[in-house]
Structures are given as C-alpha cells and as structure tokens.
C-alpha cells in the first residue's frame, strides 16, 4: 500500500506497490492505532458524517 501525497522522501528502490490510495488514516490488517485494531481482516479507513439536523 502506498500514499503517494504521504510521501515526504523519494524512495527508488520500492521494488512493488499492491495498490495506492489516498492520503487517509486507515487501520486494519497489520495497522494499528495506539496498539488497537492491527488484527481486523480488512484495511478501513476513517468517514466523516455531515452534521445531524
């Protein structure tokens, strides 16, 4: 997985990317957020919901 925008070196030697996404906080399958949530099956990422009326 790789975030483009994230990047702040250039690297030259990543020898594959499984895919790219957008720079967005996600968790799940191996990444975690302060310990919590590495062993989700599936990588989630973070939605916001507009405002409740």
Not at 11 to 16: A, Q
Not at 23 to 36: H, R
Request: charged residues 30%; aromatic residues 16%.
């Amino acid at each position: 997985m790789l975030k483009p925008e994230a990047l702040q070196y250039e690297f030259d030697n990543i020898g594959y990317v499984g895919f790219e996404i957008e720079k967005e906080f996600v968790i799940g399958y191996g990444l975690d957020y302060n310990g919590k949530f590495r062993n989700l099956k599936d990588i989630y990422r973070e939605v916001t919901l507009g405002a409740r009326t």
